[in-house]
């Protein structure tokens, strides 16, 4: 299946309810993630077609500020070593995977164009502030984690590490096994 992907990760100062609108020419769908103050995984995958993808992001109640993190939109496309996997669209919106099994580049802070004249008084600027981020050991993309808060970002918790973290991100962790299991 053919998908595209929009996600990333998401600081808020406080909880708040953030509604995300994913559309192409051909389909749309929306969700709300209830996100507690601190780093949030947001992500949501519609069937793939020609065309403009948008996002939009709606913060609520309003907020004076946010952070963004790795923010894309492109086609999902597993890493070669798992391209034998064909997730469906429910796959890939569960939130137990959403946004790593997008498998999107987070390698810049917002890799979208951001349309400011469709968006609510808005600035854009670069913060100061940082995020702890993990080379997941699989799929060699640098992704977020919280030391403080042990398995609510892109890896999953595993005390015995020197991380405190599972080697892989969620993503990888949940489907490199059925694929090892197939070579058998
Ligand atoms: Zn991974």
Same mark, same amino acid.
């Given at each position: ?9 998401? =600081?808020? %100062?406080d909880? &708040? ?8 020419? &051909?389909?749309a ?7 507690? =103050?601190?780093?949030? &995984? ?6 793939? !077609?020609?065309?403009?993808? /948008? ?7 309003? !907020? ?14 597993? #890493?070669?070593?798992?391209? =034998?996997?064909?997730p ?7 939130? *137990?995977?959403?946004?790593?099994? %997008? *498998?999107?580049?987070?390698?810049? #802070?917002v ?10 008084? %808005? ?11 993990? /080379? ?5 993309? *640098? ?17 015995? /590490? ?5 080697n892989?991100?969620r ?5 490199? /096994? ?5 070579? &058998?």
């Amino acid at each position: 299946m053919v998908a595209v992907g929009f996600g990333g990760y998401i =600081k808020t %100062l406080d909880a &708040r309810d953030i509604t995300v609108r994913f559309s192409s020419p &051909r389909a749309a769908t929306s969700k709300v993630f209830t996100v507690r =103050k601190g780093w949030n &995984r947001i992500g949501l995958a519609i069937a793939g !077609t020609k065309g403009i993808y /948008k996002a939009r992001v709606e913060v609520s109640p309003s !907020t004076r500020r946010i952070l963004l993190w790795g923010i894309n939109i492109d086609g999902v496309n597993f #890493p070669k070593s798992l391209a =034998k996997i064909t997730p469906t669209l429910e796959d890939l919106n569960s939130e *137990y995977v959403c946004p790593e099994t %997008l *498998y999107l580049d987070h390698a810049s #802070p917002v890799a979208v164009e951001i349309l400011e004249e469709e968006s609510t008084r %808005l600035t854009i600027r670069d913060s100061l502030e940082s995020v702890e981020v993990k /080379k997941c050991s699989y799929d060699g993309r *640098y992704l977020p984690l919280d030391s403080s808060k042990l398995g609510l970002l892109a890896f999953h918790k595993h005390n015995a /590490k020197r991380t405190r973290h599972q080697n892989e991100c969620r993503a990888c962790k949940k489907w490199k /096994k059925p694929c090892l299991e197939n070579v &058998r």
